[in-house]
């Protein structure tokens, strides 16, 4: 999943893959504050957690 999610936001906002991936970690740094715990560690493992090409 994280190969798909950092593939689309690329896409969508025109930056590298590695760029990609740290908007994305920066997104769920600021759920991180928001959200509750249970949430945050599902989105973190879905999203940067392993990359298993799902």
């Known amino acids: 999943m994280k190969h ?3 593939q689309q936001i690329a896409a969508e906002a025109g930056i ?3 760029q990609a991936e740290k908007a994305a ?3 769920l ?7 509750p715990e249970e949430i945050n ?3 973190y493992n879905s999203i940067i957690g392993e ?4």
């Open 41 to 43: 560690s599902e989105l």
């Open 4 to 6: 798909m999610v950092r």
């Open 29 to 35: 740094g600021y759920f991180k504050t928001r959200l």
């Open 51 to 54: 990359d298993n090409h799902d």
């Open 25 to 27: 970690e920066a997104l």
């Open 16 to 18: 590298t893959e590695h």
